[in-house]
């Protein structure tokens, strides 16, 4: 197990010295709260790199000097002159990408061609951390495209730099998130919220902030650092583990709406998905292969592989390099659904209340097992 005493020198030293340039590749939801997390330290200095970086940039920006003009570059372009300019001189990459939903040739050319892109690039341009970020699930035998490339992207990064750490996160929810909010969208149009095949698959859903946080300790160059994060797969989960139907009565609870929730078999859900696939993206969309994920559990494996890091046991030694935000001694400080969800779903007036009882005033998860009695 990790010692705090010995992290928290670590995490000192780690504010000393010169700049230090990290580059994000991929500017999505998670990447702006991984910005956020990287400029507590005041040596970083953070840069956004995507195909169109521009609007996080706009929203980064107000956070002052230590987030760089972004550089436009295409992961899926064979010519990576533009990646390679990004990465030049970075001490550190974190490596965002992937694609929910796709076609096999997408999630090749994206999560597997453009993260191999990614990683040859900071070889070349002699970036010491590199941070992936991968999924649970994630299977170079896997039924689905997306968990197959992202396994193979993981050897990739591995192969190239052995001192490279992949996070694999379950659900990963905050304001701003694709998830809570998609199916509080749904619920305000659908007289009832679909699962399918009983809705008993597991998830465990992390917050993002947590997330962030574990990004910015694994980017750390102090030599000790690395030794504990280096070559490590680090499957990141909070503090709850829910099924498909007591998520969606999360959903619905915490949007403040009443609606049925309905099983429906894995069968329907295929049709469904043949359909929806072709149709331009929208909160509607569904694919054949995001049913066929719904069939396993997304949680933290019981049984993880030889070269894993507990991800509570790295927040818990770790201390953020703001200090305010550091949790208390001995508590990884992972945030709940419950803490946070109340915050950004609902009316205004149920937000405002959930920001000054973090959620819990309701009882918390036992009213999700009541709700879940109710709809079933």
């Known amino acids: ?14 504010t000393t010295g010169g ?78 990408v992937g694609v929910l939903a796709g076609t096999e040739k997408i999630m090749q050319e994206v999560q597997l061609r453009g993260a191999e892109r990614v990683a040859e ?18 299977d170079r035998n896997g039924e689905t495209p997306y968990f197959r490339t992202k396994a193979q992207a993981e050897d990739i990064f591995l192969a190239t730099s052995p001192t490279a750490t992949i996070i694999r996160p379950s659900i990963v929810f905050g304001p701003g998130d ?47 650092v690395v030794e504990q994060v280096g070559g490590k797969i680090i499957e990141a989960g909070g503090p709850d583990v829910f ?9 619905l609870r915490y949007s403040g709406l009443k609606r049925f929730i309905i099983s429906l078999p894995y069968w329907v859900g295929m049709i469904q998905g043949a359909v929806l696939e072709r149709l331009p993206e929208n909160i509607f969309t569904l694919t054949r292969d995001q049913v066929k994920q719904l069939k396993y ?16 046991q790295l927040l818990t030694a770790f201390p953020s390099s703001l200090p305010s935000s550091s949790p208390p ?41 009541k709700l879940k009695s109710r709809t079933k």
């Open 1 to 14: 197990m990790l010692s705090r005493r010995f992290a928290s020198s670590v995490a000192s030293s780690s």
């Open 19 to 96: 700049s230090r340039k990290i580059v994000l590749v991929g500017a999505g939801f998670l990447g702006s709260y991984i910005a956020r997390a990287l400029i507590a330290d005041p040596r970083n200095r953070v840069q956004i790199v995507s195909r169109n970086p521009q609007k996080l940039y706009d929203t980064l920006r107000p956070l002052g000097t230590q987030i760089l003009p972004p550089h436009s570059s295409d992961i899926t372009n064979p010519d990576t002159t533009e990646l390679n300019k990004a990465l030049d001189g970075a001490a550190a990459v974190v490596s965002l």
């Open 121 to 138: 690039a900071a070889k070349k341009g002699g970036v010491g951390r590199i941070v992936m970020m991968s999924a649970i699930g994630s």
């Open 178 to 224: 694709s998830f809570f909010n998609r199916f509080s969208a749904l619920a305000k149009f659908l007289p009832f919220l679909p699962v399918f095949g009983g809705g008993v698959v597991k998830f465990q859903p992390v917050y993002v902030g947590d997330v962030a946080r574990a990004v910015e300790i694994c980017c750390r160059d102090d030599p000790k």
């Open 243 to 251: 099924t498909y139907r007591e998520i969606m009565g999360l959903v």
């Open 297 to 312: 559990d997304n949680i933290v494996s019981p049984t993880p592989p030889l070269n894993s890091l507990s991800f509570t």
């Open 329 to 369: 001694e001995r508590d990884a400080g992972l945030k709940s659904v419950h803490d946070i969800l109340p915050t950004y779903l609902g009316p205004a007036e149920a937000r405002e209340e959930g920001k000054r009882t973090h959620g819990r005033k309701a009882g918390g998860f036992e009213d999700v097992q």
